[in-house]
């Protein structure tokens, strides 16, 4: 059974009042970095991985994107996506990624932002995304940095004060299950390391284009103080890959 803790009351009233589920893709401290790494969207057939509450189909759509497929395990974020969806050019499909099937060579660019971590075999998604892609077609993901994700406690170590130390770093090269906490606690992630994330991609049949780790704009740095931290270790990895 695919965990699927969105549509838990709890979890999911506590997911709607974080400030990105607000305030939308500005409010996401990666976001400038990763439109970067987005190709020309215009007139384009692009699939979301993960889509949430839509707001990167939003975002395809005022980029001219000519359809865009919005997929998710969650019903309650698929609620709200349709909620705030009002474009014809949007659909929204209620399934985990593990299960997508499509035809192939039937979207010119997939994006997944921050639902891959999620998912236990990488190498499959790649397979599958690679099948359904155009020829020349991009994947562009995010997903959380291997050096966030190696140990359970996902979180710095604090000194008397509540001051943080260090993060550390541990079982860095034993991937798999990583039981976390993340608002209601109990989430399911996997970990993986930098060179599995390439090396699924390569084996795939993927070029690799662009690779970031990105730090929060100087904007959100002067507007969130501690915003600061992120500076002192990766939280984020994204890569954009071509077929």
Same mark, same amino acid.
Not at 16 to 41: C, Q
Not at 197 to 211: E, H, P, Q, R, S
């Given at each position: 059974?695919?965990?699927?803790?969105?549509?838990?009351? =709890?979890?999911?009233?506590?997911?709607?009042?974080? %400030?990105?589920?607000?305030?939308?893709?500005?409010? /996401?401290?990666?976001?400038?970095?990763? =439109?970067? &790494?987005? %190709?020309?969207?215009?007139?384009?057939?692009?699939?979301?991985? *993960? #889509? *949430?509450?839509?707001?990167? #189909?939003?975002?395809?759509?005022?980029?001219?994107?000519?359809?865009?497929?919005?997929?998710?395990?969650?019903? @309650?974020?698929?609620?709200? /996506?349709?909620?705030?969806?009002?474009?014809? /050019?949007?659909?929204?499909?209620?399934?985990?990624?593990?299960?997508?099937?499509?035809?192939?060579?039937? !979207?010119?660019?997939?994006?997944?932002?921050?639902?891959?971590?999620?998912?236990?075999?990488?190498?499959?998604?790649?397979?599958?995304?690679?099948?359904?892609?155009?020829?020349? *077609?991009?994947?562009? !993901?995010?997903?959380?940095? %291997?050096?966030?994700?190696?140990?359970?406690?996902?979180?710095?170590?604090?000194?008397?004060?509540?001051?943080?130390?260090?993060?550390?770093?541990?079982?860095?090269?034993?991937?798999?299950?990583?039981?976390?906490?993340? &608002?209601?606690?109990?989430?399911? @992630?996997?970990?993986?390391?930098?060179?599995?994330?390439?090396?699924?991609?390569?084996?795939?049949?993927?070029?690799?284009?662009?690779?970031?780790?990105?730090? %929060?704009?100087?904007?959100?740095? @002067?507007?969130?103080?501690?915003?600061?931290?992120?500076?002192?270790?990766?939280? !984020?990895?994204?890569?954009? /890959?071509?077929?």
């Amino acid at each position: 059974m695919k965990q699927n803790k969105y549509d838990d009351e =709890k979890f999911f009233s506590m997911y709607e009042k974080m %400030p990105r589920s607000i305030k939308g893709l500005e409010a /996401a401290g990666e976001w400038h970095e990763f =439109k970067k &790494l987005i %190709p020309e969207l215009r007139n384009k057939s692009v699939l979301d991985l *993960g #889509c *949430g509450f839509g707001w990167h #189909c939003r975002y395809a759509s005022e980029q001219q994107a000519s359809s865009i497929l919005g997929v998710d395990i969650s019903e @309650k974020m698929l609620a709200k /996506a349709r909620e705030l969806t009002d474009d014809p /050019a949007i659909s929204y499909m209620n399934m985990p990624i593990e299960g997508i099937n499509f035809s192939e060579s039937q !979207f010119d660019v997939v994006l997944s932002s921050l639902a891959l971590h999620y998912i236990k075999s990488f190498e499959d998604i790649c397979n599958k995304v690679y099948k359904c892609l155009k020829p020349g *077609g991009a994947f562009v !993901f995010s997903v959380e940095h %291997p050096i966030f994700t190696t140990r359970n406690e996902q979180d710095w170590y604090y000194d008397e004060q509540g001051n943080r130390l260090h993060w550390a770093v541990d079982h860095y090269q034993s991937e798999g299950l990583r039981e976390t906490s993340f &608002l209601t606690g109990n989430v399911i @992630k996997y970990h993986r390391t930098f060179a599995t994330y390439v090396n699924d991609l390569i084996d795939a049949g993927f070029t690799i284009k662009n690779v970031k780790e990105p730090v %929060p704009s100087e904007e959100m740095l @002067k507007s969130v103080p501690e915003m600061k931290d992120e500076l002192r270790r990766p939280m !984020f990895l994204m890569i954009y /890959a071509e077929k």
